[in-house]
Nanobody, 131 residues
Framework: QVQLVESGGGLAQAGDSLRLSCAASGQTFRNYAMAWFRQGPGKEREFVAAISWGGAGTYYADSVKGRFTISRDNAKNTLYLQMNSLKPEDTADYYC????????????????????????WGQGTQVTVSS
């Protein structure tokens, strides 16, 4: 059974840093792109960042570019999101997700902005940033 478990969320003040992890089990995802999405109070789920199956390619939402870094450790089947310079508007539930396409080409990476391109989702971890 495939399972994605996020951790690392919590309370932070503006300017702080947090590191989210997403541990995958039940299947290896080394051949699939992975991503982080978030959903703030009263908002729709939005794309945050994605990383290619090999780790060479990354893509970020404009709102987090320069502050967040996505990475993966395929040996540990784990995805990370380093979040620096946190802002109150980063407050949300953060979800990791696994691409539904095997070894997606970087030329098709823009598609990963869409939630329906993902086969598996975690349950989310809450991040709250106070001003």
């Amino acid at each position: 059974q495939v399972q994605l478990v996020e951790s690392g969320g919590g309370l932070a003040q503006a300017g702080d840093s947090l590191r989210l992890s997403c541990a995958a089990s039940g299947q290896t995802f080394r051949n699939y792109a992975m991503a982080w999405f978030r959903q703030g109070p009263g908002k729709e789920r939005e794309f945050v960042a994605a990383i290619s199956w090999g780790g060479a390619g990354t893509y970020y939402a404009d709102s987090v570019k320069g502050r967040f870094t996505i990475s993966r450790d395929n040996a540990k089947n784990t995805l990370y999101l380093q979040m620096n310079s946190l802002k109150p508007e980063d407050t949300a539930d953060y979800y990791c997700a696994v691409d539904n396409r095997y070894k997606r080409s970087l030329t098709n990476f823009y598609a990963l902005l869409r939630p329906n391109e993902y086969a598996y989702w975690g349950q989310g971890t809450q991040v709250t940033v106070s001003s």
